[in-house]
């Protein structure tokens, strides 16, 4: 099985439909990771053990109640090139770790690309599931389902006092990380974000750019995460986070509100400029890319620019990042020429969306 | 000597570390030394998990801590990851790693966690018993609730279901 039906398609299943508050929460993602008691963990175990715990991890997807999640399909990385991987990446439904520094890592992927199921990344065993929207719950459900069922067939590594036993410290006891991926321009815009994140960090959660630690929030783009594994447990988590999720589109919602009936002409002058530019540049770099297109995804939200879908901009989200751009590309790559042609894609896509 | 933190208990452990070239000493109780070690100076501040374990572990020993073995030879019998490999990569080498360094963890765990006891998920195969302490507990906090709001009948239910629980642990 090769990755190509994965990497053919810059938007999942999951992506093409709309959840709740989509206006605001892009998607929500679970991660459970867990361990095999009788191997090390990946960081110290040898090629063999690995093979090992691909083999017996990978018996598991012959269960049949696994049926439910559709087509599950194992892939592994040695099988993978650079591209094909830097684009599963760019659609999460892998991690760069798993990416770039696994050894035998594999990665089950279900056919709606909702379920992805990562093998000897930090961890030996690491459920994830995506859904669009906020869909906390749903994906948390989904999740542990999936976890019930390979605890029938093979033995965790689980401690009465510590709970699931995890590579990292940080991971320890549940071992689950839920996380909400957030668009917040409107808090941007009028200076009350770093106020409302560090309030949310302060219990017990964290918030991120896109794409994990170290990287800025690009295009007003959030994602917030429990922090804490150990003590609380699964449905305190989720609780905990949708609570705070729930708040802060509060939050946003009063901030746009705010935004139209104060200073609706400003707002409607910078969406309609970020209109303009992206319909007519002819160079434009991923970091203005993502700042325009989270200006026109507000004015598409606030009602000011019709005719454009919020799947055409999920999708070019995808479609902007360099891997994918390098994939449409045909011919050669003069320096520069990225800008160029992420222009000209996204030109069309926005023709495309307009009636 | 007594622990500088309680002032009550003899100190048993004496630390010291040295932050940018500046060398402090520390003498602490076993207890406040494991229950407040997260209040000593220099390691509050700062996400980092590599941050925390430098400053929460990776302390020297100065005089022979008696109870605890010191760092250097501490060491997981089973994968072979040593204390010091451990607090350096922030990485456990395998599932025993976290019997062999457990004295060393609570203070890890509570600064990152706020908690060391896990209370979520169990899983079936193993935890039988577990499964049904947790569900012990579950059901007092409903029995505590229903007699507090003075549902009296909703507690005699709860209170047999916990005595069939319990029977069915001591069997
Ligand atoms: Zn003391
Ligand atoms: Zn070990």
């Known amino acids: 099985m090769s990755a190509i039906r994965f990497t053919e398609q810059p938007l999942s299943h999951w992506m093409k439909t709309t959840g709740a508050e989509s206006e605001i929460v892009i998607s929500s993602r679970v991660r459970i990771a867990r361990n095999l008691q009788e191997h090390p963990f990946p960081l110290l175990a040898t090629n063999r053990h690995l093979e090992e715990v691909q083999d017996e991890l990978k018996e598991v997807l012959g269960d049949p109640r696994l049926e439910v999640y559709g087509e599950i399909h194992p892939i592994e990385l040695s099988a993978l090139d650079e591209l094909n991987k830097k684009m599963l990446v760019e659609k999460h439904l892998i991690s760069p770790n798993l990416a770039n520094e696994s050894r035998n890592g594999a990665v089950f992927i279900s056919d709606d690309e909702s379920l992805s199921i990562m093998v000897n990344e930090e961890d030996h065993l690491r459920i994830q599931c995506l859904y669009p929207g906020f869909q906390l719950k749903e994906a948390w459900e989904k999740a542990t389902a999936v976890d019930d069922i390979f605890e029938d067939h093979v033995n965790f590594a689980f401690d009465d006092r510590r709970g699931y036993l995890t590579s990292c410290p940080t991971n320890v006891g549940t071992g689950l990380r839920a996380s909400v991926m957030m668009h917040l321009p409107a808090l941007v815009l009028t200076q009350q974000i770093n106020r409302i994140l560090s309030a949310v960090s302060q219990i017990g959660l964290t918030v991120r750019g896109i794409y994990g630690e170290g990287s800025e929030a690009m295009g007003n783009l959030f994602q917030i995460s429990n922090q804490i594994t150990l003590g609380q447990n699964e449905a305190e988590i989720i609780d905990n986070l949708r609570s705070v999720v729930l708040q802060i589109i509060g939050h946003e919602k009063t901030a746009r509100e705010r935004l139209l009936s104060e200073s609706r002409l400003r707002v409607t002058d910078r969406v309609m400029r970020s209109f303009g530019i992206l319909s007519y540049a002819a160079m434009i770099d991923s970091k203005e890319a993502a700042q325009r297109l989270s200006d026109v995804r507000l004015g598409i939200d606030l009602g000011l620019i019709e005719g454009i879908t919020p799947q055409c901009l999920n999708e070019l989200m995808v479609l902007t990042q360099p891997g994918f751009l390098y994939n449409n590309y045909e011919g050669s790559m003069e320096p520069g020429e990225m800008d160029t042609f992420r222009a000209r894609l996204i030109r069309e896509k926005l023709g495309k969306g307009l009636k | ?171």
Do not use: W
Not at chain 2, 115 to 121: A, R, Y
């Open chain 2, 1 to 171: 000597m007594l622990c500088q933190e309680c002032g009550k208990r003899p100190a048993s452990l004496h630390f010291s570390k040295i932050v940018n070239g500046d060398k402090s000493e520390y003498h602490l109780c076993e207890t406040c030394a494991r229950e407040k070690g997260e209040l000593i100076p220099g390691t509050s501040g700062g996400f980092s998990i590599h941050n925390l374990l430098s400053g929460l572990l990776n302390f020297e020993t100065v005089e022979q801590g008696k109870r605890a073995a010191s760092p250097e030879n501490l060491r997981c019998e089973v994968c072979g990851m040593t204390y010091s490999q451990f607090s350096k990569l922030g990485r456990f080498g395998c599932s025993s790693c976290y019997k062999y360094f457990n004295d060393r963890l609570d203070p890890l765990f509570k600064r990152v966690h706020g908690n060391t006891v896990h209370t979520g998920k169990v899983p079936v195969r193993v935890g039988g018993e577990i499964r049904t302490k947790r569900q012990i507990e579950d059901l007092k906090r409903r029995l505590q609730e229903s007699i507090s709001q003075e549902e009296f009948e909703a507690a005699a239910q709860l209170r047999d279901q916990i005595r069939e629980l319990e029977r069915q642990i001591s069997e």
